[in-house]
């Protein structure tokens, strides 16, 4: 099994480093930090990282400097430089000195995800994707890190919420009826007369995370007299 993408994120603007460790966490990666060139230098020589995305202005070593060290040492560490400066000099300067891709600040989330993947992928990496569940309506669930995403915004689930919805997703051949969650999910007796209320509270909690109009859901769907079905476009795992 593939492990998680390591990712090493050497800013030293506090807001962009905790969103960065946020946003490539959320996205599967196992992620470091260093807020200046010196502790940066150091974590990125360890070899321990898939990926390094690396900031230009910062306190005591600029990226470049550390850039030029990284690739003196393996030129095949994956590195993307992230600056505010995006003069072709500057991009030329980046890129001579080895890094793979640049971006330049502001970025969009979404497209500095896709260019750490494309980057990645080519290096050789296998993405681990098995903890990711799609729904039609462009809602990505993440049942390691307890959250979903839709466009840049991330909710997060109770653990309770996340074990109902990767039972609906193993089962999503189906409807699940409100009795078989209540025993396979919270454990209960078949044979006690439990309050199905239960279910369709949390059921409705999760369409007010998931659905666009939690009123008229079109990804956690009831089917009359047979129960509740999540329709990903992710094959059962
Ligand atoms: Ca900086």
């Keep these: ?36 060139g010196d502790s940066g230098l150091h974590k990125a020589l360890s070899g321990a990282f898939d990926m390094i995305l690396l900031d230009v202005m910062l306190p005591k070593q600029d990226g470049y400097s550390l850039c030029a060290a990284i690739r003196e040492q393996d030129r095949k560490q994956p590195v993307i430089m992230l600056t505010a400066r995006n003069t072709d000099e500057d991009i030329i300067h980046g890129l001579s000195l080895g890094a793979d891709d640049y971006v ?19 290096s050789g990496f296998e993405e681990q994707t098995d903890h990711l569940i799609h729904l039609a309506n462009g809602t990505t669930i993440d049942s390691v890190n307890l959250c979903c995403q839709q466009n840049d915004t991330t909710t997060a689930f109770t653990k309770r919420e996340m074990e109902i919805l990767q039972y609906l997703h193993r089962h999503n051949e ?53 129960g509740y079905k999540l329709l990903s476009t992710t094959g059962p795992v």
Aim: hydrophobic content about 40%.
């Design 1 to 36: 099994m593939p492990h998680k993408p390591r990712l090493l994120v050497v800013e030293d603007e506090p807001a962009i480093r905790t969103g960065l460790v946020d946003v490539f966490t959320f996205h599967g990666f196992d992620v470091d930090y260093a807020e200046d």
């Design 104 to 122: 330049a600040k502001p970025f969009s989330i979404t497209q500095l995800v896709l260019r750490v993947q494309a980057v990645l992928r080519r």
């Design 174 to 226: 189906r409807p699940v009826p409100r009795e078989e969650l209540l025993h396979k999910v919270w454990g209960y007796d078949q044979t006690l007369n439990i309050e199905t209320r239960t279910v369709d509270i949390h059921i409705a909690k999760l369409r007010r995370k998931l659905e666009a109009e939690p009123k008229h859901p079109q990804c956690l769907i009831t089917v009359r007299g047979g």
